[in-house]
């Protein structure tokens, strides 16, 4: 498995913008299909998005799409989310995860490697 550390999480405005860092250690990250996802209190967690192992993919929640993206840098063994036009409903705990699946996108299920999460909080 890969260890997974979340970072970048914050209290913005509506209208803001936060980018979170994953950084990943262990085995090449570069070997993972990394995602993002995300769980608000009392909510199922869901997907935020998802990238390939080379970067060259990826795929959103409609509820992000336009305003979040996914990138990676495999040279930094690391997964960013830019986040932008922030809402009060994308307060949620962040958790970057990892799947050796040859599935693209994997189902949550196939995620193997899971960082402890970072609190994101919208303010209106």
């Known amino acids: 498995q890969v260890q997974l550390v979340e970072s970048g999480g914050g209290l913005v405005q509506a209208g803001g913008s936060l980018r979170l860092s994953c950084s990943t250690s262990?085995?090449?990250?570069?070997?993972?299909?990394m995602g993002w996802f995300r769980q608000a209190p009392g909510k199922e967690r869901e997907s935020v998005g998802t990238i390939s192992r080379s970067g060259s993919s990826t795929v959103y929640a409609d509820s992000v799409k336009g305003r979040f993206t996914i990138s990676r840098d495999n040279a930094k063994n690391t997964v960013y989310l830019q986040m932008n036009s922030l809402k009060p409903e994308d307060t949620a705990v962040y958790y970057c995860?990892?799947?050796?699946?040859?599935?693209?996108?994997?189902?949550?299920?196939?995620?193997?490697?899971w960082g402890q999460g970072t609190q994101v909080t919208v303010s209106s």
């Open positions: 995860a990892g799947s050796r699946s040859i599935r693209f996108p994997p189902r949550i299920t196939d995620f193997d490697s």
């Open positions: 262990g085995r090449t990250s570069s070997s993972y299909v």
